[in-house]
């Protein structure tokens, strides 16, 4: 459930933009130049050089250990399974996007930094199990079942935490959490993928059947296994930072303990079950059907909020009644994107949805006493956009 906001005084319209609202903006038929969010601050310009210096010390590994033609094939053989999951992510973070940057950051996260904090571990623990002379199928096991998901999930939400320190202001709700962590699993998913597919290449070749069974099964059946993992870090700390609580150890052990434990039973189930496709259709199918429901449910959540938010706006002058509706719902946002691309102005349109959808947001973070990270600040600059994106839109209106 969603917080109920305290009440907080809205600013009314002025009256130049109260007169404007008093009729809903019509498309007009040009393009208006992208509005642009905030510049690129020096913190996150470093940290996307050290992921990406971090995902090309994993590149080199995989090359050293797998050759360059090695990697090239298993590349294009994993780049299927991340473009079902972009396409998966795109739909979720539909209704309001997050910054490109930090959807960057995400992935190279993931693509490098949590897989070299894998590896790393890795080495450690296969060698401390070898002097202690643990048997192989335990070790396979152990390595498989209760390291695997303790590390790398742990890296990998590391990746969604410093996301939510570092964007705060785009971090809103579960939702937003849900896909930084599918972008940072995605990220993980496709290296771990070359390396699995690379070294299938290397032991029998390209068309066998060991190779094409290992393609169907991580390429097909599962591109979103460790999406679903890691998506319980992302929407428990989102929760918490839309709840404006203080985001720390307590929100990010929450989703890290499911995580952990779902990533476990994914992998230590293979160790027990005899008919693998029996299992998958009876056991993992649902469980992504489910997982598939709570998204659905989260983002309707989602949009329930941004319509609440801007009713508030048009009641103060700030918008036209009907312009709720159009902002505010799938239906609404369809007619409006259909109208504007007929019109040549898909570009305006798209900014003045966009805006809009942010300044709902900005709206709920004040409300849940969220305004110490720039809420306000962003609240006024939202409402000159909009406002002088409906003002646009009416002065360049076909006139009936």
Do not use: C
């Amino acid at each position: 459930m969603t917080e109920q906001p305290r009440p907080t005084p809205l600013a009314a319209a002025p009256d130049a933009v109260r007169a404007e609202t008093s009729h809903p903006a019509q498309p007009p038929a040009l393009t208006g130049r992208r509005a642009r969010g905030a510049g690129s601050t020096l913190l996150a310009v470093v940290g996307l050089v050290l992921v990406s210096l971090l995902a090309l010390a994993v590149l080199a590994y995989l090359v050293s250990g797998l050759g360059e033609i090695g990697v090239v094939i298993a590349a294009v053989m994993a780049l299927v399974p991340l473009t079902i999951v972009f396409l998966g992510v795109r739909w979720i973070d539909r209704w309001e996007p997050e910054p490109r940057g930090a959807l960057v950051f995400a992935f190279l996260w993931g693509a490098g930094a949590s897989v070299l904090i894998a590896l790393l571990v890795d080495v450690q623990v296969q060698g401390a199990l070898a002097a202690t002379g643990t048997p192989a199928a335990a070790t396979e096991f152990l390595g498989a079942a209760v390291q695997a998901p303790i590390v790398e999930e742990v890296a990998k939400g590391i990746g969604v935490l410093l996301i939510l320190w570092g964007a705060r202001r785009h971090f809103d709700g579960p939702v937003d959490g849900i896909v930084y962590a599918a972008w940072v699993a995605g990220g993980f998913a496709f290296t771990e993928n070359i390396l699995y597919f690379g070294l299938q290449l290397t032991e029998e070749g390209v068309l066998t059947a060991g190779t094409i069974e290992i393609f169907v099964i991580r390429g097909l059946m599962s591109p979103f296994a460790h999406v679903m993992f890691t998506a319980l870090i992302g929407a428990a700390l989102g929760a918490a930072a839309q709840r404006g609580a203080r985001v720390g150890l307590g929100a990010f052990l929450l989703g890290l303990v499911p995580a952990v434990l779902l990533h476990a039973f994914w992998n230590g189930a293979l160790f027990f079950v005899g008919d693998f496709y029996g299992y998958y259709l009876l056991v993992q199918v649902p469980l992504f059907l489910i997982a598939i429901a709570l998204v659905t449910m989260l983002r309707r959540q989602e949009m329930r909020l941004t319509r609440a938010r801007l009713g508030e706006y048009a009641q103060a002058g700030w918008l036209h009644a009907d312009e709720v509706g159009m902002l505010a719902t799938p239906a609404g946002r369809r007619a409006a994107t259909a109208w504007a691309a007929r019109a040549g102005a898909s570009r305006l349109m798209a900014a003045f949805i966009r805006d809009a959808t942010r300044l709902a947001h900005a709206r709920q973070r004040i409300l849940t006493g969220r305004d110490r990270i720039g809420a306000r600040v962003d609240e006024a600059q939202l409402l000159e956009r909009v406002s002088a994106a409906r003002h646009a839109l009416r002065a360049n209106a076909p006139r009936g």
